[in-house]
């Protein structure tokens, strides 16, 4: 199945530090989706963009659409253990009802 | 709000058995829900779209009749692996969109269920 490219794979940083990641694809999404999983969990939603150049905050995490509706990134301002998990991107496509084509992930270690 | 749940979290079988996944909106209507796979470390992986209603819809390389799909009401959809063996194994996520809200495209996941084959 169709997955976007995410990046990157993994991330290893100290506590406090800020984190950024990056999901592209060849095709043209309508909403991005940023999602974290925790081990052995189903993934919860962190942030939804709608609009192409959208930026969306929730508290430490910010967002971004890429004007081309090709790509989105996430960052992580002053970084805590507990947002250790993996990252999902998500995108869903113009075409297909609320259906999701999901990135690779990015895994992320925060050491204390 | 918008609480989706599975049962059971987990399970493990013999070769050959069936085993039914549930996955339920607990606060929400649902008319679509969606069934992904995640193998250990990888990405989720729609397996197929349910409707209430009707048949579900599954993507490509999924066999429709190897995991059967019963969406019979607007908060419980229900996946079966039959005859399951041993490469079967994985993490099955169901999400859900609610029915009555506009479409948004956020999706909701329940906890997960992890089928272990022996």
């Known amino acids: 199945g169709q997955q976007l490219n995410q990046s990157p794979q993994s991330m290893f940083i100290q506590e406090g530090e800020d984190v950024s990641m990056n999901c592209t694809s060849s095709?043209?999404?309508?909403?991005w989706l940023w999602y974290k999983q925790d081990p052995g969990e189903g993934p919860v939603l962190l942030i939804a963009l709608y609009k192409a150049g959208e930026l969306t905050s929730n508290g430490r995490l910010t967002a971004q659409f890429g004007i081309t509706r090709k790509d989105s990134f996430l960052n992580i301002s002053a970084s805590i253990p507990s947002d250790v998990g993996i990252y999902f991107c998500a995108g869903q496509l113009t075409t297909g009802f609320q259906k999701l084509v999901f990135g690779t992930g990015t895994r992320l270690l925060v050491s204390p | 709000g918008a609480v989706v749940s599975q049962h059971p979290s987990w399970v493990i079988c013999k070769s050959g058995t069936s085993v039914k996944i549930e996955c339920r909106s607990l606060?929400?209507?649902?008319?679509?829900m969606f069934w992904y796979r995640q193998f250990p470390k990888q990405s989720l992986m729609l397996m197929a779209t349910?409707?209430?209603?009707?048949?579900?819809?599954?993507e490509q390389g999924v066999e429709k009749d190897k995991f059967l799909i019963n969406h019979a009401s607007l908060t419980l959809s229900t996946l079966t692996v039959t005859s399951a063996h041993p490469e079967d194994s994985s993490f099955y996520i169901c999400s859900a969109a609610p029915g009555l809200l506009p479409n948004t495209g956020e999706l909701f996941f329940g906890e997960g269920s992890r089928l272990t084959v022996l």
């Open positions: 349910s409707n209430e209603g009707s048949k579900a819809t599954y």
């Open positions: 095709s043209i999404f309508n909403t």
């Open positions: 606060d929400f209507q649902a008319t679509t």
